[in-house]
């Protein structure tokens, strides 16, 4: 497999789409791009034409889309908007959690990363706590010293992967939060391992079970198949180099979306096959 830059996307005059900071982005089912502000969601049609913004409320840091709603992780919370910025609610108070970073639905079930107690949370849609994903081999919590939790769901599957940059791997948990499976390690040479402190930082799922993950110092994204097994790495000259905490997002056509948060942009990248693949 190989990714191919092929856009970016951006403001007025190729400058930044916030003014302020681009937290994170999440493709729906019809292929539109969401892009999350501090305070904003930009919507972008599936051929990446500006259709709508609104307001939202809070210090946001996390942004999910399902077939109904858009899930924003907040500091102390979660809200949930209808897909055309309309608040339908809170659906976990300040009460509960700290900073979150990082959301995932997977059948009935809410997953929540918590950055502030290093900590992956189940809930049901409706905010309640169903249970703890990683708790027995994290006993002092997950580590990342980027202060980003990041995870995704693996729907062939029924499990949720999470970027865990402290250990410089990959870690797939079941919906019980036992671990079933962990790959990656710290390297400095090879191009399928984890350099720096910390990497990897952030993470997504294709449908097909394609694993793509984002690293810092240098940025880039490298892709794995799902059962760990290197695949590609982009180039470094993409992003900013000095801009960390990528944000991933596939969807269903190919495309893989990163953000940019030093830049303030969206990069487009397409997923195709070697050769070699296509006659196999």
Known sequence: MHLSHVATIAGTNEGPLRAQRLAAIAVDA???????????????????????????????????????????GLKGGICRYDLSGERVGTVIGSDHLGRVTALAILDDDLFVADATHRAIYRY???????????????????????GLLDLARDPNDNTIVVAHSQKSRVERYNLDGALVDK???????????????????NIATAADGMIAVSEKAPPRIKLYDSKGQFQHVTDTDVFDPNTKNIDLAFDSRNHLYASDPRRRVVEVFELTRDESEKSS
């Open 30 to 72: 019809h292929d539109r791009l969401f892009v999350l502000g501090a305070k904003r969601v930009q919507r972008y049609s599936s051929d990446r034409t500006p259709e709508h913004e609104f307001s939202v409320d809070g210090s946001c840091w996390s942004l999910l889309t399902d077939a109904d709603y858009l899930w924003i």
């Open 124 to 146: 049901s849609r409706n905010g309640e706590r169903i249970g703890e994903i990683g708790a027995k081999v994290n006993r002092r919590g997950f580590m990342i010293p980027n």
């Open 183 to 201: 790959w990656g390690r710290f390297g400095m040479h090879a191009p399928q391992d984890f350099g720096g402190c910390c990497n990897p930082t």
